[in-house]
């Protein structure tokens, strides 16, 4: 039996081991081909596509549509693929679909002893995730060349572009030493802008989230000369080559990924990763050749289904490939200590898997502490049975309440649609059509249609990789689709477009749920208006230092935001009360914060102790009767009008504002501010 297209109910499924697994001074191999006639591993001394088999073993069929053999002789470090025949003739080579290790490219797979010197770094057994209330995390997203391939970073070249950049503890902007007339070999000295990830310490972020570092296709792995996100897998449990310093040694790149681990865990963040199982680099994947017809989505023609727009749909309802989906995941916990998942494409992987997974890893030691989320939305129509409910929008009710997801709703009503470049939102140019949904994003949505059972389900955000960074959508939409490279590059007077980037960064730091941030959105990161560079060059994507000192005025505005959400856990889930303000601007306590943000071009008299139905629409008179009786006095956290001076100056932080006592809060014209009741 060959077939293109396989009913899943009419294969058996087992719950057997699978993989290569090490047993005395050999190995076991089992793999799942219910529909081959016959199975045969291959051995092999190095991961060099061109070397020649040493051994080809015949597999055993036991149980279960599964194959295996037990080899005596076969040591750690050894390299094997498949050879599948069908009963039609037709034979597949193949690496593991189950396999934890592999050597170059992924074309062979390897036998692992996880606990082996080779792939263990120093210390890896004391490495403990840092624990992080929810109500403080903060989530930042990288990718690992981004991260550190500029050449002003200051991290060891060796190590730029590569797991162990995240291991230099202590890196600092080369040009800017340069500018400021400092020797860039000297010793690290107080005028230093910290880099890597003395900078990202200093942010005070809660979570890394790390785009796809499991094996993928789209870069050479002997060469590593190109560049790409990755969204297109190979080897689901295995980590990437190109980031290791030998793609060859299956070992290495193991060891070295769990060095980038624990050197974040140490210095104080959790770790998510970017986990892609809707679709793989091709139909013809590992998967597929071990059992044609079965792992993909397929038509009733037999065609493939390519809701994913990559030419494939992964069939997560599949038995075996859930399984799969389960299993992986706890690997990469289990082995790697990884503290949370963001799924890519969740709107192609079915709520049944979903659900499954999080009661797995909340049966784990500290799993109930591991996140979920991922993009509730597809890229196209994909193939399931009747009664499939997939993680949509449409169908997030029927997730567990602590698997989450991007709200695209809160994107959209502040900076505009990302479908089109030039589409406003609130904070640049659209404040009078999008004040309320502003407002209920602020508030996690409730009492709306997109309320969720639970505000930790929102991942809140107005950036990510996809689509352009939050810069230079501003710039675009605020500069009638034509802004200069000076626009982009924030050297000239760009002053409207800050004052939008500030209170686009207060009202999502200042959001019910779980904020999330592109990695340098909070120093107007900038991609010159590219809006999809998965494979463009790393000096387009890479996080340019320079421009992270040239506005530390910002990126000290981010710091103090997330600074004030770390110390007020209400701002996490506490209900937000609308106090009286003339629309659009919008001003609201939970707890003893009272926010403000005012888009217009007037200074606004804010009332508390008013609430916003009392004078809908009407503006607080600026002349206030004193005689009132106001109860409480509010002390101001944070003025986002600090960040253009700041800026311009050049090196400065932000402070978290003047440290003012106002007995009746003002919010000035252009302006996000935060105080604390007294």
Same mark, same amino acid.
């Given at each position: ?8 109910s ?18 076991t ?13 291959r051995? &092999?001394?190095?991961?060099?596509? +061109? ?59 390897? $036998? ?5 010197a ?10 403990v ?17 981004? &991260? ?7 991290i ?6 590569? #797991? ?11 040009? @800017? ?36 570092? #499991? ?18 897998p ?8 190109? #980031?290791s ?6 070992h ?19 770790v ?48 075996? &490939?859930?399984? &799969? ?7 990469? $916990? ?44 597809? @890229? ?5 049975g ?55 994003a ?10 969720p ?7 809140? #955000?107005?950036?990510?990789h ?36 500030t ?16 990695s ?20 387009? +994507?890479?996080?340019?230092?320079a ?20 110390t ?68 101001l ?42």
């Amino acid at each position: 039996m060959h077939s293109s297209d396989i009913s899943s109910s009419s294969l058996p499924y087992y719950d057997g081991p699978l993989g290569a697994i090490p047993q005395g001074d050999g190995a076991t191999f089992t793999t799942w081909a219910p529909t081959a006639e016959a199975v045969s591993v291959r051995l &092999f001394t190095t991961s060099d596509p +061109n070397e020649k088999a040493i051994a080809t073993l015949p597999l055993k069929q036991t149980r279960d549509g599964a194959w295996s053999i037990t080899q005596e002789g076969v040591g750690e470090g050894c390299y094997y693929d498949y050879l599948v025949r069908f009963p039609d003739g037709v034979i597949h080579r193949t690496s593991d679909p189950w396999g934890t290790a592999s050597g170059v490219n992924g074309e062979r797979s390897m $036998v692992l002893d996880s606990s082996t010197a080779t792939t263990t770094p120093d210390g890896w057994d004391q490495d403990v995730s840092p624990q992080i209330p929810l109500s403080a995390t903060v989530i930042w997203e990288t990718h690992i060349g981004d &991260f550190s391939v500029d050449p002003d970073s200051g991290i060891d070249a060796d190590h730029r572009g590569r #797991y162990l950049a995240f291991t230099d503890e202590s890196s600092h902007c080369e040009s @800017a030493r340069a500018a400021d007339g400092l020797d860039p070999s000297a010793m690290d000295t107080d005028d230093d802008f910290p880099t890597g990830m003395s900078y990202l310490k200093s942010l005070g972020v809660t979570h890394v989230q790390i785009m796809p570092f #499991y094996d993928y296709g789209s870069v050479d792995e002997r060469t590593g000369d190109s560049y790409n996100w990755g969204y297109d897998p190979i080897a689901y449990n295995v980590p990437e080559g190109s #980031y290791s310093s030998d793609p060859y040694d299956g070992h290495v790149r193991i060891r070295e990924c769990r060095a980038m681990i624990q050197a974040l865990h140490s210095a104080g963040f959790r770790v998510v990763m970017d986990v892609v199982y809707n679709h793989m680099y091709r139909a013809d994947n590992a998967f597929e050749r071990m059992v044609p017809g079965y792992f993909c989505r397929r038509a009733a023609d037999g065609s493939l289904s390519n809701g994913s727009g990559c030419g494939n749909d992964m069939a997560s309802e599949h038995p075996m &490939f859930r399984r &799969f989906i389960i299993d992986s995941l706890v690997h990469w $916990v289990k082995d790697y200590h990884i503290d949370g998942f963001r799924f890519d494409l969740m709107g192609l992987i079915d709520v049944d898997t979903l659900n499954q997974a999080r009661k797995r890893l909340d049966a784990l030691d500290g799993g109930h502490d591991i996140l979920m989320y991922g993009e509730p939305w597809s @890229a196209g129509d994909t193939e399931v049975g009747r009664g499939v409910l997939l993680g949509r929008h449409g169908s997030t009710q029927h997730l567990d309440t602590r698997i989450g997801w991007f709200c695209d709703g809160t994107r959209d009503s502040i900076k505009g649609s990302v479908t089109d470049d030039l589409d406003q939102g609130y904070v640049n140019g659209r404040a009078d059509k999008f004040a309320t949904q502003v407002f209920h994003a602020l508030n996690g949505w409730r009492g709306t249609r997109r309320e969720p059972a639970s505000v930790a389900q929102l991942i809140q #955000y107005v950036s990510a990789h996809d689509d352009l960074t939050l810069w230079d959508k501003l710039c675009l939409s605020m500069r009638e689709g034509h802004p200069t490279i000076a626009d982009y590059d924030a050297e000239r007077d760009v002053d409207d477009i800050l004052e939008a980037n500030t209170m686009a960064a207060g009202l999502i730091l200042m959001a019910a749920g779980l904020p999330f941030m592109l990695s340098g959105e909070e120093f107007a990161r900038t991609k010159y208006g590219c809006d999809n560079s998965f494979q463009s060059s790393a000096q387009l +994507n890479m996080l340019n230092w320079a421009q992270a000192r040239r506005m530390s005025g910002l990126t000290g505005w981010y710091r103090t935001l997330i600074a004030i959400r770390r110390t007020h856990p209400e701002i996490f889930d506490g209900t937000r009360e609308r106090v009286a303000s003339p629309s659009p601007v919008i001003a609201a306590t939970t707890g003893s914060i009272l926010i403000s943000a005012n888009p217009t071009d007037d200074d606004v008299v804010l009332r508390p102790e008013v609430p916003f139905e009392a004078v809908p629409g009407e503006a607080v008179p600026a002349t206030y009767d004193s005689s009132v009786d106001d109860s409480t006095a509010w002390r101001l956290l944070a003025d986002s009008r600090t960040v253009l001076a700041q800026t311009r100056g050049g090196r400065e932080e932000s402070q978290p504002g003047r440290v003012a006592v106002e007995a009746l809060p003002i919010s000035p014209a252009h302006s996000f501010r935060i105080w604390e009741a007294r």
